[in-house]
């Protein structure tokens, strides 16, 4: 009950144990186990870094697509296998996953070691509002799971605006983040059109909407041998509108706020595709569902 109870996945207690899971050196030290390196190297992954992140200000950074286990955003940012903290200097990040995998007895332990957090709103407010650090999260979730097939890019943020209300509350700025070749790793069975695929589809949405994570069907266990670029755009929004860095913390957001804000970031997640489609994404087409 100790273990369960501690409050370390949404920070909300201040218990030597809970202190101990959000120690970054703790952290550092998980991230560069020889695992990751050799996930690395499984994956050919790469990280592309199109600009400097500030240190001093607090990033979203938001990975698409999701697949089926984020491969890429586990290899390249949240672990230091391709070399993260070099890259990005001084940027104290932490992944944040469903709250399912913290009932889960050890693997709640391990993910806790490498700075994983619960992507409760409250928690992902009360990081983003800590001095220094940064969170990555995966808005499309479980419904993009489902549309993980190789040959596509479809990404679920059309209505999906709630990481840009967290953003506007905690003052941070959200950087789009792309995995070229995630999608690439697993087939999986057909769930598009009508007849046996759309009644597949709407039983995976039925158990998603009770469970909060999706059961993508794959054709094989291990993932494919496939290589990921993961490429990380420029800022949006946050300090990086303000002269001098300022914060600017919105603590009650207008639905308009919202809306500029997300067509911003819908813009600049386009931008990049578009700019790197042709180097690593082998003629996939872009698609916002």
């Known amino acids: 009950m100790l273990f369960v109870l501690d409050g370390s996945p949404d920070w909300s207690s201040s218990h030597p144990l809970a202190r101990f899971y959000r120690n970054p050196k703790v952290h550092d030290f998980f991230r560069s186990l020889p695992l990751w390196s050799w996930s690395r190297l ?13 240190p001093s200000v607090n990033h979203l950074m938001c990975y698409h697509p999701h697949g ?8 390249s940012l949240g672990m230091d296998a391709c070399s993260f903290k070099s890259a990005f200097p001084g940027i104290n990040r932490h992944v944040a996953t469903l709250v399912a995998s913290f009932k889960i007895p050890l693997f709640r332990e391990w993910i806790l070691l490498h700075g994983f957090v619960s992507c409760s709103s409250p928690t992902m407010k009360k990081v983003l509002s800590t001095p220094k650090a940064s969170l990555v999260l995966v808005p499309g979730g479980a419904n993009e799971a489902l549309y993980s097939h190789p040959g596509t890019f479809k990404v679920h943020i059309k209505r999906r605006k709630g990481f840009c209300r967290v953003a506007l509350q905690a003052g941070a700025a959200l950087v789009p983040v792309v995995g070229f070749g995630e999608n690439e790793l697993y087939h999986t069975l057909d769930n598009g059109g009508g007849g046996m695929g759309g009644g597949l589809y709407k039983a995976q949405v039925w158990a998603m909407k009770r469970m909060s994570f999706s059961f993508p069907i794959m054709t094989h266990l291990l993932p494919r041998r496939e290589k990921i670029v993961v490429v990380v755009g420029e800022p949006i929004g946050g300090p990086y509108d303000q002269k001098g860095r300022e914060r600017k913390i919105i603590e009650n957001p207008t639905q308009e706020e919202i809306d500029q804000l997300h067509k911003r970031y819908v813009e600049g997640l386009e931008k990049l595709w578009n700019d790197h489609k042709d180097e690593y994404g082998k003629g996939i087409k872009f698609e916002n569902a």
């Open 42 to 54: 499984y994956f050919n992954a790469e990280l592309v870094k199109t600009t400097d992140l500030d």
């Open 68 to 75: 089926i286990i984020s491969m890429g955003l586990q290899t």
